[in-house]
């Protein structure tokens, strides 16, 4: 995030604006500012994701040409299935 702090002039704005960041330096900057169970609840979504990206993947290789590809979907799924369970269940 830019530091607002620094900006004393028309000019020192508009270089405090030319630092652009990424949505996922964004997305780090904002989750600066969430406490644990913030933290948590987040990882617990993103593991989510994670597991039904993976699961949409398997299928598709399911329908296939290539439906051995399949496998290591699956087993990523087991992966951030196990993590996600992990992340659940501490207090």
């Known amino acids: 995030m ?3 702090e620094t900006v004393n002039t028309p000019a020192d ?3 405090a604006n030319e630092t652009v960041l990424s949505p996922g330096e964004k997305a780090v900057e904002a989750l600066k500012e969430c406490d644990y169970s913030e933290s948590k609840v987040i990882i617990s979504w993103l ?3 994670c597991i039904t990206f993976h699961k949409e993947e398997a299928v598709k290789c399911l329908n296939s040409d290539t439906p051995a ?3 290591q979907w699956v087993e990523d799924v087991k992966g951030f299935s196990v993590a996600k369970d992990i992340i659940d269940n501490i207090s």
Do not use: H, P, T, Y
């Open 69 to 71: 590809d399949a496998i």
């Open 13 to 15: 704005l508009v270089k």
């Open 2 to 4: 830019n530091n607002f």
């Open 47 to 49: 593991l989510e994701n």
